[in-house]
């Protein structure tokens, strides 16, 4: 089955509304922003002991056990086995961690009856009937052997062909989604770094202006003492002035 020239090799159905809003981030979800390509602060030492640090101090804070963390995958989907009673009780079995019920092996032995039933006819009739059904066991084993010398350099060359085939079909699969994860890398890659060189050009604009802003701050500050010293000399002035009217008032 291809679909879009793509080979199909299993089928899922979607998930449901339930289970993508369990995986969805939370609206007080803290995001995280980094650029991998440029982002180089953990390969600081200082800075990856203060990482670690962080990431410690916050499990030891966590309520939740490792083993809370998988209660947020989806369920387990329920196993129907009403047509299959013997995968039912295989699957109790092996869910309850039971051991395997073990083979009975005791008709593949040629073996007499035992000594207490060595004159019983239904005895020797049960050893006899498991001995024909072990030469008739012998002698398929001599046809298969036979087939398999005639025919079995044929079949496994076929097998061989269509297992080549099939391994070449998944290679170039393969071969198909490593190109496109390298060329979402390299995009990847060039836009960080580009976003960098801008985030860079940005952040030296804005340390640029705030050192305007200083400057300006400073200078304003500046003008603010001179105005006062202005204004502080002119009262000065002004109650120099009038003292001199109130002494000499004919002037």
């Known amino acids: 089955m291809a679909i879009a020239g793509r080979e199909v090799l299993m089928l899922e159905a979607p998930p449901s509304a339930v289970e993508l809003d369990r995986w969805r981030a939370k609206p007080d979800a803290e995001l995280v922003d980094a650029l991998p390509y440029i982002d180089d602060d953990y390969g600081n030492p200082r800075v990856k002991a203060e990482v670690d640090l962080l990431v ?20 387990m989907p329920e196993q129907n086995f009403a047509d299959n009673p013997m995968l039912l009780n295989e699957y109790k079995r092996v869910k309850a961690s039971k051991p395997p019920i073990p083979l009975d092996m005791s008709r593949y032995g040629l073996e007499p009856p035992p000594l207490n039933k060595r004159n019983d006819v239904a005895a020797w009739r049960q050893a006899l009937r498991t001995a024909q059904g072990l030469l008739q066991h012998q002698v398929l084993r001599i046809e298969n052997l ?33 190109e496109k994860i390298e060329a979402v890398n390299r995009e990847r890659k060039i836009h960080q770094q580009n976003t960098g060189a801008r985030l860079g050009a940005l952040n030296a604009e804005w340390k640029e202006l705030c050192e305007k802003n200083n400057s300006i701050y400073s200078a304003i500050s500046e003008l603010h003492v001179y105005i006062d010293e202005i204004k502080q000399n002119a009262k000065q002035f002004g109650s120099a002035e009038l003292e001199k009217k109130m002494e000499n008032p004919s002037a």
């Open 56 to 75: 410690e101090e916050e499990m030891k804070r966590s309520k939740r056990k490792p083993a809370d963390f998988l209660k947020d995958l989806p369920p």
């Open 146 to 178: 036979e087939l398999m010398l005639k025919y079995s350099g044929d079949v496994w060359k076929q097998e061989i062909k269509h297992m080549e085939a099939f391994l070449s079909r998944l290679q170039n699969m393969a071969r198909d989604y490593d």
